[in-house]
Each structure stands twice: as C-alpha cells, then as structure tokens.
C-alpha cells in the first residue's frame, strides 16, 4: 500500500492547487485534536461525479451542524471536485472533500479558528473482489452502539462520529470478518461502520429508520431504483432477534455501492435475485444518469419510504 502522504499528483486546498507530498496541517490543529472535520466520500464514474451536487450540500449542511462556515460557495466546490480529478487525469476515482478548524485556537472553545477546506481524489478499485460480491461479505457485531440524535450531531458526516466505527472496523477485520454491524441505543440495527443496510423479506425490502445515522445518497438513490422496479420499501425499526426471518442481505454506501451479505454473526443469508437485480441497477445509474438526478427529486408522501 502506498502511504497517503507520499504520493504523486495535486490536492486542492484553500482554494489552490498543491502538490501532493506539500498539502500538510499543523500538528495543533483544532479538528486533530477534537475532531471538529466534516467530509464527503464521492465517486467519478466515467468522468462524471456520482450526485456530486447531494454531496456538496451535504457537505455545508455538516459544517453548520458542527457551528462553522465554509468559505467557498457550493459552486467553487464543485467546480475544484471536477478540477481535482481533471489536473490527476483521473476520469474512474474516489473524491474526498474535507472542511476543519484550523490552528489558529485550540481549547474546547473554537469560535477564533478558521476553517480551511481541501480536495484529494485517487484511484480507487472496487471495495470488494467479484468472488466476495457474489458470495456476500460477513459481518459481525460491534461492540459500540450509535448514539442518538439527542447525544451526538448524528445527521452531520462529522469526522469525530468515525471513532467508535474505526474500533469496530479494526476488531471485525481481525477477528476474520469483512465489517461490525452497529446497533442504535435502544438495541436497534443501525448500520455497519461505513454503509446503511437493507433485508428482503418475501419480496419486500426492509431498512432501519435512519433516525441516528445518515441517511445516505447511496441508500437514498437505492430506495429510488427499488421504488421504480414495484418493490415496496419499508424503512422501520429492526431488532436483532429479526434478522432469522429475512432472506437477503445488502449494504449500501459510496464506496461498497451496493454489497451482499451473506452473514452476520450466526445468521446467514443467501444473495438473492433482489440484491444482484439492484446491483445491476445501480451501476447502470451511476454511469448513464436520469435527467432528473434522483438526490434533487422531492419524494411526494405517498410515493415516501412507509413504514
């Protein structure tokens, strides 16, 4: 592997292209010590950013969660994304915008910190072997549970958020497995460390209630797809002890897309013509776009996730 900061090409930051190796920090900044950083994880397919738009909003939504501004218009970002990848030569590749406090204040008090952005892209594979996606990966449970909505900024993409799912990724990979499946605070399924999760269930997909987690533009444009083939979608509470009455198992994120899970824990499953049938429809989304990109369209009530 090839250590992130000794690598060729250019990195946006602030609003100017820098070398690669050049795009440092200072050791006493805010966001490392405190965890104040927002991020997005995006992907370029073919030279077009996937809902690069969703991204960006999403982006300056986090930023004012956490109670700071990021001095670039939405415009700028997106417009240094696509430069990004244009100025690496780079038309396939994972994009990662990224906004923190500087180290102009560091105290638990922020407010004279000012906020600097930066922009890298690299390549990137598929998350998971061929092999793994058609057999599904394994999950195992982890042992933090996400905090409610009333205990941490959970709609915000928030660095510090990342913690307990760097825990948990680090403890499934070296127990074997491929992922931690995270329950909510009351011993609901959440999600697993980097992706939301779906269950089928006689023909109809089921998805926890994203009530302390994001929902994201991956699980979002998924529901859309599932929606536009008939298959109802219900976004609802899921326990534990309900995973034995589900068939299929799938996860869904920017960088998994969307991955079969054959296990998690004790409980297996096998990935059925509904997770591959989305899968295929996806990746087809994501190269050939509707002219109506799915993160812009209002979903009308009754056309909503019911649960």
């Known amino acids: 592997m090839i250590p992130f900061d000794n690598r060729d090409g250019w990195i946006w930051l602030d609003g100017a292209f820098v070398p690669w190796r050049d795009a440092r920090?200072?050791?006493?900044s805010h966001a490392l010590h405190y965890g104040s950083g927002v991020f997005e994880g995006e992907r370029m397919y073919g030279g077009r950013i996937f809902e690069l738009g969703a991204h960006t909003r999403r982006?300056?939504?986090s930023a004012e969660t956490l109670d700071f501004?990021?001095?670039f218009s939405e415009a700028e970002i997106n417009a240094a994304c696509n430069e990004a990848c244009a100025r690496n030569g780079l038309q396939d590749c994972y994009v990662r915008p990224i906004a923190w406090r500087g180290a102009e204040q560091l105290s638990v008090s922020a407010l004279h910190t000012k906020t600097h952005v930066a922009i890298a892209v690299w390549e990137w594979p598929k998350y998971f072997d061929a092999a793994k996606l058609r057999r599904g990966i394994r999950l195992t449970w982890a042992k933090y549970r996400r905090p409610p909505a009333d205990a941490a900024p959970t709609s915000a993409k928030a660095s510090g958020l990342y913690m307990i799912c760097t825990i948990s990724k680090n403890a499934a990979e070296r127990a074997g497995y491929d992922d931690a499946l995270m329950l909510?605070?009351?011993?609901?399924?959440?999600e697993t460390t980097g992706a939301n999760i779906f269950f089928v269930r006689d023909g109809v997909i089921y998805t926890p209630t994203p009530d302390c987690f994001l929902d994201g533009i991956t699980r979002r444009t998924v529901i859309g797809l599932a929606q536009g083939k008939g298959l109802m979608v219900i976004e609802t509470h899921i326990r534990p002890e309900d995973l034995?009455?589900?068939?299929?198992?799938?996860?869904?994120?920017?960088?998994?897309?969307?991955?079969?899970?054959?296990?998690i824990g004790a409980q297996s499953f096998?990935?059925?013509?509904?997770?591959?049938d989305l899968m295929e429809a996806y990746a087809r989304r994501v190269t050939k776009p509707p002219e109506t990109p799915q993160s812009n369209r209002k979903l009308p009530a009754q056309d909503a996730v019911v649960a």
Request: glycine residues 6%; hydrophobic residues 45%.
């Open 270 to 276: 096998k990935p059925g013509a509904i997770t591959f």
């Open 244 to 263: 034995a009455t589900f068939s299929e198992c799938f996860v869904t994120g920017t960088a998994a897309e969307v991955t079969p899970v054959a296990e």
């Open 59 to 61: 982006l300056f939504k």
């Open 184 to 190: 909510d605070s009351s011993g609901n399924i959440a």
């Open 69 to 71: 501004e990021i001095p």
């Open 25 to 28: 920090l200072h050791i006493c």
